[in-house]
């Protein structure tokens, strides 16, 4: 779903409004360039392995886990944002249609490829969760397509609470 949805503040840090919907550069949209995430061998499929110091940090990770195993997103630009919506029973499910929004995205039009994801809001309890990301639609001249997938799956899905934070773990089929 692309839509456009007010951001929420963090207080430190400052993301473009989307009234100017064309955001003209990488150096335009919060980029963070924190890697919290690396990608594991399992069995014919790959497994991602994100953590963040809170659950929405992990969700982030983990997308931008899964858009970088596709190419590389040192070479994505941020020229516009794209906005997803998801509702879910439990966080595993809400975890699994984010990355199947996104996936989504990737594989259909506009064959989108994030520089950056923000979760801007986020309700466990009702299950409701937003975000945006900027990037730019992918363009076989400029990006390289690393590996094919086929799909994410809920095999082997965790969401794992840790004292300091929250680890996932999540597999897609190649």
Same mark, same amino acid.
């Given at each position: 779903?692309?839509?456009?949805?007010?951001?929420?503040?963090?207080?430190?840090?400052?993301?473009?409004?989307?009234?100017?919907?064309?955001?003209?550069?990488?150096?335009?949209?919060?980029?963070?360039?924190?890697?919290?995430?690396?990608?594991?061998?399992?069995?014919?499929?790959?497994?991602?392995?994100?953590?963040?110091?809170?659950?929405?940090?992990?969700?982030?990770?983990?997308?931008?886990?899964?858009?970088?195993?596709?190419?590389? /997103? %040192?070479?994505?630009? &941020?020229? *516009?944002?794209?906005?997803?919506?998801?509702?879910?029973?439990?966080? !595993?499910?809400?975890? #699994?249609?984010? /990355? %199947?929004?996104?996936? &989504?995205? *990737?594989?259909?039009?506009?064959?989108?490829?994030?520089?950056?994801? !923000?979760?801007?809001? #986020?309700?466990?309890?009702?299950?409701?969760?937003?975000?945006?990301?900027?990037?730019?639609?992918?363009?076989?001249?400029?990006?390289?397509?690393?590996?094919?997938?086929?799909?994410?799956?809920?095999?082997?899905?965790?969401?794992?609470?840790?004292?300091?934070?929250?680890?996932?773990?999540?597999?897609?089929?190649?």
């Amino acid at each position: 779903m692309q839509t456009l949805i007010p951001m929420l503040s963090s207080g430190s840090e400052e993301l473009p409004i989307e009234e100017d919907a064309l955001v003209r550069s990488s150096t335009d949209c919060p980029f963070n360039a924190t890697i919290k995430y690396e990608h594991l061998d399992h069995t014919a499929d790959i497994m991602l392995h994100a953590w963040g110091d809170n659950l929405i940090e992990a969700f982030e990770q983990v997308t931008m886990a899964m858009f970088a195993y596709l190419t590389d /997103l %040192n070479k994505v630009d &941020a020229c *516009f944002s794209y906005d997803v919506e998801v509702r879910g029973s439990d966080e !595993k499910t809400m975890l #699994f249609d984010f /990355l %199947n929004e996104w996936f &989504a995205a *990737f594989n259909g039009e506009p064959f989108f490829i994030p520089r950056y994801i !923000k979760i801007t809001s #986020f309700n466990l309890t009702d299950g409701y969760m937003t975000a945006r990301a900027w990037g730019e639609s992918f363009d076989v001249s400029k990006h390289i397509q690393r590996m094919e997938v086929k799909a994410v799956t809920l095999n082997n899905m965790k969401i794992v609470n840790k004292d300091n934070g929250y680890e996932i773990f999540v597999v897609l089929d190649i």
